[in-house]
């Protein structure tokens, strides 16, 4: 499918980085269907709500970091789609805090761009700092999220995450500042979180600035340069800016956040572990966010094929899915609570049947075996209907 066909029909552009960061985006919002852009792919996928209709994302990724490499594939994907909201999704390092830590996902209120700076002998660095304020609709909705937490209650299991948290070792090793201050701030806010007399917990979200650069910053140095101007800023990462002059561009701006699970704490040592662990708990929050929140009607136009189905469609295969997951043996229960719920003529619901299992929205929704599972519970729906039909006549 070419990029022109639902242009203007996507709700969420999702852009990613790394590698990693797009699976776990992949994992969560599996394929129905591959779109080609002007220069770039797009992985999209109808994602089901319970009160309202779904919403169409599509997800791609840069093949470099840095913000010039972001702020070209944002631009790509308005031009190509023309989303509703764009979000930015991966990773980033922490600052040391007390109330937030690795493996916890940062909701960005603000954006500070730091890749302007000046480099003068005998002097430290200097940075100019851009960036600015999120479009007014994001502002407003990332402010409401803490009231909408329970909502997204469960995001942030073992389950939902698909991975336990890795273990953390404290020891003197893995304090890497050669600022002796630092090194303290960081011992004290991981010893909080992982010391002895920590209490294990799931990871949380927070809404705060996110700080941007062109470089990779360990340098704790470098950090609380910035700080002295961005006191706020919670989260560092090298995507941000760029998109978000993308987004600046147009008139009005378009509407974008960055959402980044914490994969390292700047002056300690990093740990592939948990930078895996970031990516699906930063892909993990996405998806409750898009199914479970409405921050926008979803523009739900039929004529995309891909998942854009009539209320009553949604509706059968939310109560199907949910049926086949929670009582996989008992098809028959799952068929009564259908009608019940659908409160349609069994003609149309016997329609809706057959076009669900056609329908690229299936697809991928479920595992293999979960696929055939539907499959036969919907072949029961369609023949416990026209038995019904049938009687009636």
Known sequence: MRAEEIKGKVDFGIITIRQDEFQAILERFPPSQSVKGERCYYSVASVLKQDSEPYLVASSRCLEQGNQAARSLADQMIKDLAPQWLIVVGIAGGIPDSEYTLG???????????CVGAEVEGRPTQFSMRGGSLHGDVEGFVAYLPALESALQGWNTEKSISLSKPPVELSSGNFKSIDDSWNDKVCEAMSKHFGTSSLPRFPKFITAPIASSDRLIKNSEIVQIWLQTSRSARAIEMESAGIYEAARQYNPAYPFFAIRGISD??????????????????????????SRTVPFEPRAVSSTGIGSVQRLETKILIVLYNHYRENPGQPEMGINALIRASQSAANDVMDCLSKLQENALVKGTFTAEGNMGFCKLTDRGRRSVQDSLAHRE
């Open 265 to 290: 704490v700047v002056g300690f040592k990093r740990d592939d572990a948990w930078t895996t662990y970031a990516c699906h708990s930063a892909a993990a929050f996405t998806h409750a966010l898009i």
């Open 104 to 114: 916890d996902v940062v909701v960005a209120t603000r954006i500070y761009d730091f």
